[in-house]
């Protein structure tokens, strides 16, 4: 079969057309990870359900991760005929770890994670692997569902499964409420906003192995939340996420109503806000030194420049007031140490530049330019020759998010040509653009096809050519904020006001209500 990465504008997931179930020959294999502590009973029953699955046999794997239970798990007598218990090693524990350890030692091309208290549906496998045929950056959720009780034995399951009345036993109509709202809002995520990874529940759910290496994998040391944390990952990497109706597993027994609960405010406040970044939600409650992924990863290229033009530049990304941001200098700085800076360059310079910034945490320095700003949401591209003012970072990120836009443009009002502004890449459209474009292509135009463009015309408060100036001009002493009204829904569009940069203080409080909207649909992970 062939695969193609289709070209899927945003999370438009309609335009895939996957083979009708029983109708079609696949030939990727399949390793189903079961990250289990105790409970042997449960264990038996998923087993049993997972032997009726209608994937091949000879392409599916199933590994139970025992994460230190006593007694130790073992395999029961029905069970899928490629089916192995690995004791998870000493030094770790939880479901994050327990997953990252089956991952890394199964060998399947998809990988499908299952919870051990889970009786699943015998399409539950094959229901999702035909989306990763057609797709290869596809990420699978299946249906969850509750039920307080369930067949009692592994043979009743196994016959049940096999009349096709499975979901007649067990289906009670109990659900995560929170996703279904979410995918009834958003046309089952296919018009999912900045938010859409929150329908990721890894209690049922697959992704290809290489979009999974290519993420990073699940964060072994993170246990709670670990579900959202790695699907946030999976979202920015460019994955289209995906509801398949037809994979349904059911929780069984009381252990399974606990994930409906609120999360704690601990998780919340500390959890979410440390490794998922968006402006000012939750963030402000969590120190600076423990955010893991910064909002925003800025990049400036200071290859040639005098250390004056450089100093204009970065100091004023410093004194941003959107603070959430790490920047990184793009130098020949080995080169420099060796006093040869290359071709127009002067060693000098480039010295006295990391001296100066050597001390600043948010700064780093590398030789060439990073492709994306995985995992930070965004990356803003900044000429060195263009000084920014202390507010135009957070229009530019108030402009992307209202725009839904993949790359938001800057430009000087007077001369706005394509070729010399600032650009703000939303990392999750770049990614994805960055694989499909062909040679030739201008990547801002094949992002735009999928994600939308939006460009602001800007006055001289805004947006500075430091290039006519002697010495820098001084920074503003103020964070003075005009009012106006938020620019239009228009991914295409352009902002014309020059100099205005918006109400500041309406478009956080904007960012930071839906954000607590959000928040307030997450329920299901560990409290």
């Known amino acids: 079969m062939e695969r193609v990465l289709t070209r899927v504008f945003c999370n438009d997931w309609s335009v895939l057309t996957p083979p009708d179930i029983g109708r ?44 230190h239970s006593s007694p130790p798990l073992r395999l029961p007598a029905l069970r899928p005929a490629r089916c192995r218990v690995l004791t998870a090693p000493e030094g770790g524990w939880g479901a994050g770890y327990a997953r990252a350890y089956g991952a890394h030692s199964s060998t399947g091309d998809i990988l499908l994670w299952m919870d051990a208290d889970m009786i699943v549906c015998p399409e539950f496998v094959e229901a999702q692997a035909r989306w990763h045929h057609v797709h290869a950056e596809t990420v699978t959720l299946g249906r969850v569902r509750f039920a307080d009780t369930g067949p009692g034995s592994p ?113 919340r406040t500390e959890v979410l806000a440390e ?5 000012h939600a939750y963030r402000e409650r969590v120190p600076a030194h423990r955010r893991r992924t910064p909002l925003v990863h800025a990049v400036v290229d200071v290859s040639g420049a005098p250390y004056g033009l450089v100093r204009s ?41 990391q001296a100066n910034y050597l001390r600043e945490p948010r700064i780093s320095f590398a030789a060439s330019a990073p492709r994306t700003g995985f995992p930070s949401p965004f990356m803003l591209q900044v000429p060195v020759v263009w000084g920014l003012g202390q507010l135009a970072l957070s229009r530019l990120l108030a402009s992307a998010e209202r725009a839904h836009a993949g790359l938001t443009e800057l430009f000087p009002a007077a001369s706005p040509t394509r070729d010399t502004g600032v650009r703000l890449w939303r990392t999750r459209a770049l990614a994805r653009a960055i694989r499909v474009c062909d040679e030739g292509e201008d990547l801002g135009d094949v992002v735009a096809a999928l994600h939308g463009r939006y460009r602001i015309h800007a006055g001289e408060e805004t947006l500075v050519d430091l290039s006519l100036y002697r010495s820098a001009p001084p920074l503003r002493p103020d964070r003075t904020e005009v009012p106006a009204p938020p620019p239009p829904n228009d991914p295409e569009g352009y902002d014309t006001d020059e100099d205005d940069l918006g109400d500041v203080a309406e478009t956080r409080g904007w960012l930071r209500a839906g954000w607590q909207r959000a928040r307030q649909r997450l329920r299901g992970e560990r409290s």
């Not at 294999?29 to 699955?53: E, Y």
């Open 313 to 353: 530049c970065v100091d004023r990304l410093l004194v941003s007031a959107e603070d959430d941001m790490v920047l990184t200098l793009v130098g020949d700085w080995e080169g420099a140490q060796q006093g040869s800076a290359g071709p127009g360059g002067s060693s000098m310079d480039l010295r006295l530049v």
């Open 24 to 67: 079609w020959t696949p030939d990727l294999s399949v390793s189903v990870v079961i990250p289990a502590r105790g409970g042997q009973r449960r264990l038996d029953l998923a087993l049993a359900s997972l032997a009726a699955q209608t994937y091949p046999e000879d392409l599916m794997e199933v590994v139970v991760v025992d994460d």
């Open 275 to 279: 490794y998922m970044p968006h402006p």
């Open 155 to 267: 043979a009743e399951v196994l016959a049940l499964a096999r009349a096709g009345t499975l979901g007649q036993t067990l289906e009670t109509g109990r659900h995560h409420e929170w996703i279904e709202h979410l995918l009834a809002g958003s046309d089952g995520l296919c018009n999912a906003d900045h938010l859409g990874f929150h329908a990721y529940v890894g209690a049922a759910a697959g992704v290809r192995r290489s979009l999974y290496e290519a993420t990073g994998g699940v964060d072994p040391d993170l246990d709670l939340g670990q579900d959202t944390e790695f699907g946030y990952r999976l979202w920015q990497a460019g994955a289209v996420m995906l509801p398949e109706q037809a994979a349904i597993g059911w929780h069984v027994g009381r252990a399974g109503t606990a994930r409906t609960r609120l999360p704690s405010e601990r998780f």
